[in-house]
Structures are given as C-alpha cells and as structure tokens.
C-alpha cells in the first residue's frame, strides 16, 4: 500500500501542536514560584514533547524517506510548522499560561478521544496514550483556573484579562480546512464542529465555575494550519533550533 | 492581596500496588486539598511508584507524644504472651 502523503501531513500536525506547546512550557523551567507546580510544569511539557516524538517517529515510518524526529523538529523552517497559534502565545504570566493551557486542552482531550477510533492505527495507538496524560493536564489546568478566577480580586481581574486576550485564537481549532475535512472523510477522523460544540460547553462550564465571563464573539485570528504564524514563533523557532542549526549533525 | 505566607503542608501516602497498604512517602505544600493530590502524584509518582494516594493536612495529625513513649509502648514489652508463639504449627501447613 503506497502512503497517503496528506495523512503524513495531519500527523505533522499533531506533533507540532504538541512540541510547540511543549517548547513554550519548557521556556518557564525553573522559574515557577513554587518547587510542586515546578515539578508539575516540567512533567506536563515533557508529556507534550513525548507526544510530539511519537507523531514525528510515525510520520518519518510513512514518510521513508530516511528522515528522523529531529529533523521534524529542528531542521524544517518556520512556514513548515502546522501548530496552531494558540499553543505559540507566550507565556505570559501565570494567569496567561493556564488559560492558555485550559483552552487548549479541553480541544485537544476531545480530538484525542476522536483520534482513537479513527481507521489510521498508527495515529489511533499514540492518541490513546496521549488521552490520559492530557485529561490529568485539564484536570490540573482546569482547578487552577477555577482558584484564580475565583480567588481574589486582583487574580480574578487578571485572568479574565488572560481569557480575553487568548480567545481571538480559539476560533482556528474548529474551522475545517481541506485538511481536516479529508481526514473526516477518510480516516473517520475528528468531527470539528462536534468538537467545537462540546468546547463550547465544557469551556463554558470551567469558565462560570471560576466565576468569569466568556468573551464576547469577535473576529478570530487564524492562520497557524496553513503556516501563518504570529510574531512571537520565529524567536521560539530560533531558540528552540539554534543548537543543531549551529552545529550540524551534533548527538547530545 | 498577594501575601507572603506558605501554602499549608500536606502529608503523602502512596500505595505502590493492590493489596499492599499505603505508606508515608513524604510531604508536600499546596493551597487546598485537591492541589495537595495533585502535587503528590506529580512529586511522588513520577516513576510509578503509586496506585492510590492518600494525601491529609499534617497539622490534622494526632501524633503520639515522645515524652510518653515509656507509658506508650513500654508495658507491650514483657506481654510475650501476645505474640502467637505458643502454638505448635500442624504438619503440611508452610507460609504461617
């Protein structure tokens, strides 16, 4: 059976998704107030960098064409990360990073979930590990939102700032692209607009547990599936790559 | 207002399979009782050491007194009778 190169793309995909985020997580190791959150933060961005590897490993299988994860990661260019942008904000403050995480982990659980009966073994086996390491982040994410938001006022004011400067970019996540509609279609992949309705919800539901107020709608910001990134990603990228782009062919 | 005041200390059992039962592994600080469990199993269980966690604040504790230890423990000492010692053990019965 010859490869399905658009399934190799999905795959990327997901592993950008996943090693971004976990990138953006690792920036704030060792910088976290607390030794258990520290602890936490670290686990939780290797657990995306873990994720990331198993997609890129699969990709390269389909690909064969000699290429490893690290290639993947550290030698494709800027245009060629398919993340979305929600996963490239910076961290920000506290309040930044776990509206950040919430957002998007309340997306990637259902995809996950979606993923794990999809046709493609390959995908439907990594996104069954995956699942329970991202439901224990939601859960960790989603207690944390609810303490800020309903905590004092200065936290309260803070991460309803947060939510409102991030939704902009939760509008990407559910708009189908070819992409998306093909893995549908053929792969019995995730339904978007399913997944966007039970967002809705569950998202809706944590945000009025943490006594905050869903933005408004407004104009979403998007781009990151076709390789459109915002700013702040060429310095992530740079960061994250100037080692083996300094030095060719380095092991570590 | 931000204070400078730690997050309460929270005591940690973990049982490490089924039927064992749970042991002190250590301690952990955290603003609330779910963050407390949250914080063992991200302390305490990073390399599977764990299949159930018990997590109480420390100042919960009821501990024994050091300075009674003589009235405590003492008087167990002599009792041998208490340990079932005294009792001849059938033939063909192994792992008593």
Known sequence: MSTDPRLIDYVLRLGDNAL???????EVVAAYPELEEELANANFALDYIGQAR?????????????????????LRREQEFRNLLLVEQPNGHFGDTIVRQVLF?????????????????????????????????LRHGAQWLVRLGDGTEESHN?????LEQLWRYTGEMFAAD???????????????EAIGEQWREQVGAIVAEATLLLPADQVMTSGGKQGIHT???GYLIAEMQSLPRSYPGVTW | MMTDKEWPLYEVFI?????????????????????????ARDTYTRRSEGVSIWVVR???????????????????????????????????????
Do not use: W
């Open chain 1, 20 to 26: 971004v985020l976990g990138q953006r997580m690792l």
């Open chain 1, 54 to 74: 198993l997609f890129y490993s699969y990709a390269c299988q389909l690909e064969g064409n000699g290429r490893s994860e690290d290639d993947m990661a550290f």
């Open chain 1, 105 to 137: 982990d309340v997306y990637y659980l259902a995809l996950l979930e979606a993923l794990k009966h999809c046709k493609d073994t390959g995908i439907s086996e990594i996104a069954a590990r995956a699942e329970k390491e991202v439901r224990y982040h």
């Open chain 1, 158 to 162: 803070r991460v309803q700032r947060s």
């Open chain 1, 178 to 192: 070819e992409l998306d509609a093909y893995m549908l279609s053929s792969y019995d992949g995730p339904d978007l």
């Open chain 1, 231 to 233: 700013e702040t990603f």
């Open chain 2, 15 to 39: 049982r490490s399979r089924s039927g064992l039962s749970h042991r002190h592994a250590g301690s952990v600080h955290a603003a609330d009782d779910q963050m407390a469990l949250d914080h």
């Open chain 2, 58 to 96: 420390s100042d919960r504790i009821v501990a024994s007194d050091p300075a009674e230890t003589a009235a405590f423990f003492e008087p167990a000492e002599d009792k041998i009778y208490r340990h079932p010692t005294f009792y001849d053990i059938p033939d063909g019965v192994e792992n008593l």
